[in-house]
């Protein structure tokens, strides 16, 4: 007994050294395991699969931009231009998480021609040839830094700029777009989460059991867009098999403080191919919300000038 006691003890010993020791890599390497930069294929756009390269391939002009943020990364990415880019609204497209922006060109292009928009589409950090590590506070001030670079840009019509923001995107656009709501014309989210320690628990228990220990990255969306005010369009993939349904729902309850929601479900839609099983139907659906938003921003700008002429009565 004194021998099968012992054994138990070293088992149990052994084990729990295990489950430390993969705590705390789970702890030192959580943005290398959250963020995955490198994606399915390569870890930047040149080295892609045709069709994933360049917006070139696609016949789209475009300017090569790098963006500066406050704590000295360098952004690259593209900016997507009609004729007469100040013409047309612009979309600032946040990607989502594993892999580099040339991976979201069939999307762009799709956008750019059914929606007729300039398309501004970024790296994060640590994505593409962006320099520096991925981290929550770094994607953060990422996003700030691409939307300053939107309406501050000479290129565009700054008073027609909306936001997408896909999965992991959708996370930083909420974020950001707390800090931009005068300027944002609408808002765009497709299958996106509460937040990150939802996503975690509803992989697996054992998942869930550790997560509190463990994940030091939050992304709280669901309580973020509760403030925010500006339209919104939700989009979700009702086969998400990444991000359950029930989180694209309950954002969109969050809202309620939205000047006007509206909320699109694919009913086919997984995680990844929900805007191509949208088709044009879903297309016509966003171009009908960015028609509205023009409305409603018209509506505030007529009442601000009305305003205006009533305190100089």
């Known amino acids: 007994m004194s021998a099968i006691g012992g054994c138990c003890k070293w ?30 294929f390569a870890a930047f756009p040149e080295d892609n699969p045709r069709g994933f390269q360049s917006p070139s391939e696609y016949h789209m002009p475009y300017e ?28 600032v497209f946040f990607h989502e998480n594993a892999g580099n922006i040339g991976l979201r060109l069939p999307v762009v292009k799709s956008m750019y021609d059914s929606l007729d928009s300039n398309i501004l589409l970024v790296g994060y950090r640590g994505y593409g040839h962006s320099t520096c590590d991925p981290s929550e506070k770094g994607l953060k001030l990422d996003s700030r830094a691409i939307l300053d670079y939107a309406f501050n840009s000479k290129t565009i019509d700054t008073e027609n700029v909306f936001v997408f923001g896909a999965s992991l995107g959708g996370a930083t656009t909420i ?6 709501e005068d300027k944002i014309k609408g808002l765009i989210l497709m299958n996106t989460f509460t937040s990150l320690p939802d996503v975690v628990d509803s992989m697996n228990i ?14 709280p969306s669901d309580e973020r867009i509760k403030s925010l005010t500006l339209p919104m369009l939700f989009i979700s993939g009702r086969e998400d098999e990444i991000i359950p349904k029930e989180q694209m ?3 969109f309850i969050h809202a309620e403080k939205s000047r006007y929601r509206d909320f699109i479900k694919v009913k086919d ?3 990844n ?17 960015m028609k509205k938003c023009a409305e409603f921003k018209h509506k505030e700008h007529s009442q601000r000038s009305l305003m205006q002429v009533k305190v100089k009565l």
């Not at 149990?12 to 963020?35: D, E, G, K, W």
């Not at 974020?175 to 931009?180: D, H, L, R, T």
């Not at 054992?206 to 992304?219: D, E, G, H, T, Y």
């Open 249 to 251: 729902d309950l954002l």
């Open 64 to 91: 090569d931009v790098i963006i500066p943020t406050e704590d000295s990364c360098e952004l690259k990415g593209w900016l997507m231009l009609h004729p007469q880019p100040k013409t047309k609204s612009t979309i």
């Open 273 to 289: 191919d929900t805007f191509f099983h949208g088709g044009d139907q879903l297309l016509e659906k966003i171009l009908k919300f």
């Open 206 to 219: 054992v998942f869930k059991i550790f997560r509190p220990f463990v994940l030091s990255n939050f992304w």
């Open 11 to 40: 088992l149990c010993f052994s084990i729990t050294f295990i489950l430390f020791l993969v705590l705390i890599l789970a702890t030192m390497f959580q943005n290398t395991i959250v963020y995955v930069n490198r994606g399915p």
């Open 269 to 271: 839609g997984h995680h």
């Open 175 to 180: 974020y950001s777009s707390k800090f931009y």
